[in-house]
């Protein structure tokens, strides 16, 4: 039985092609009308994959079909949701995947014992509003109930407002919560955003563990004024420290393993007059390590050495944590699954560890988890530039249909 690659390449284009920028990359924060545009084309497609389609109050898309045991479900799946001017293929990729794994099985008409589902799970990126992997958090009911309320974007706008008007239900996102007994296992196909799988020529990698994430925001207040008039010794001014600790940030990260990542991706000076002394500078830090001990290591020296410097220039800061999820192991079985799936179907895989933070993180912590990497050109990622080919994507999703079609026949 085999996927069908051209409809796969197809639909991955077709989506691509949606929401682009112009400058080139893909513009489709969470909750937006984009998102909206995209998630309602996917449920178009799941429709005509003969999928029993439900939408849960935080917005996440779930497509069923039965097995002749009701329960426990495999799931596959992944989300759509984009980082500014982001790539095509990230997310997408996987749901697509999914969707083909799915449809595939309907036209074969294979009955499986287990249920199979897709899932599509909304703002996993947190780049909109912050804290990633949000669907499949309430999903497994992390996500407290104050979320909606309490989380802003970039232009002040509330998560509730944004999901009102998505048409999810921000006031009942409890309701999200699925027991962790209706999972059998969660499979998530995904680019590799790296380039150890095109350095190793491997169009596929077997997940072993995914790196943990903490991110911050930081906010560094001072004195705003005029910078024509203002002397420099007369000054509190929180954009020269925010650079200080910026330039630290990195050094942090690079004393601290080789493995350690940390990324300054967001800023912003207010009032932002180019004549005005900032008021204040807000700026996220993202962190990263597959060894929780450095993550911790990184952070303690990052937060000290914000407020050791605002202290010395008089200066107030807030630093709030918007993530914080801990490096995760896949299941074991399923990855001797995948490699062993892979041997019979030919593919040349490699097994290796994921420096993004993925969906299937969050779900590790109720179900056997696992994923599978497809190469990406020149290990591009979160940019225009990213890549997957369409023989790598199919090798991708036909072991995805394999294991998801072993797993769930008894
Ligand atoms: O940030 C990440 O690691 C992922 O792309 N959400
Ligand atoms: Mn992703
Ligand atoms: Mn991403």
Not at 204 to 218: A, C, E, M, N, Q
Request: charged share 25%; hydrophobic share 35%; aromatic share 4%.
């Amino acid at each position: 039985m085999k996927i069908n690659g051209e409809r796969l390449w197809d639909l991955i284009t077709e989506l691509g092609e949606k929401n682009r920028s112009h400058n080139g990359g893909i513009n489709r924060p969470a909750f937006s009308q984009a998102d909206r545009e995209a998630i309602d084309t996917v449920i178009k497609w799941m429709k005509e994959a003969n999928l029993n389609i439900r939408v849960d109050a935080m917005g996440n898309v779930f497509g069923r079909r039965e097995g002749t045991q009701k329960s426990p479900v495999v799931l596959t799946g992944s989300h759509i949701d984009a980082v500014p001017n982001g790539g095509m293929f990230d997310g997408v990729a996987g749901v697509i995947s999914s969707l083909e794994v799915m449809q595939t099985l309907d036209e074969n008409n294979i009955k499986t014992t287990l249920p199979v589902e897709m899932v599509v799970f909304v703002n996993e990126e947190g780049s909109r509003f912050p804290g990633g992997t949000m669907g499949s958090r309430a999903v497994i009911g992390e996500l407290s109930e104050d979320v909606p309320y309490e989380t802003l974007d970039d232009h002040g706008e509330t998560l509730y407002s944004a999901m009102i008007k998505y048409g999810a239900k921000p006031d009942n996102i409890l309701e999200a919560k699925r027991s962790p007994h209706e999972f059998h296992s969660f499979i998530e196909l995904h680019i590799e955003q790296g380039k150890v799988l095109e350095n190793l020529a491997k169009p596929i990698g077997v997940v072993t563990s995914i790196s943990g994430t903490r991110r911050l925001h930081v906010k560094i207040s001072g004195k705003s004024g005029h910078a024509g008039v203002t002397p420099m010794d007369a000054r509190h001014d929180p954009m020269v420290a925010a650079a200080i600790v910026i330039k630290e940030i990195e050094k942090i990260a690079t004393e601290t393993s080789p493995l350690t990542r940390s990324t300054v991706g967001y800023i912003k000076a207010l009032p932002g007059g180019v004549n005005v002394i900032p008021s204040a500078v807000e700026f996220s830090v993202d962190i990263r390590d597959t060894d929780q001990e450095n993550i911790e290591k990184a952070t303690d020296r990052i937060k000290h050495n914000i407020k050791s410097n605002c202290k010395q220039r008089k200066l107030e800061c807030e630093i709030t944590e918007t993530q914080n999820s801990e490096p995760t192991l896949m299941s074991v079985d399923i990855r001797e699954k995948l490699k062993g799936f892979a041997q019979e179907l030919k593919i040349p895989t490699t097994e290796l560890t994921s420096g993004a933070g993925h969906d299937a993180a969050v779900m590790a912590t109720v179900c056997p988890s696992g994923m599978i990497f497809v190469r990406s050109k020149d290990g591009l990622s979160h940019c225009p530039e990213e890549y997957s080919s369409k023989e790598d994507l199919e090798l991708g999703a036909q072991l995805l249909l394999t294991v998801v079609k072993n797993t769930a026949t008894l």
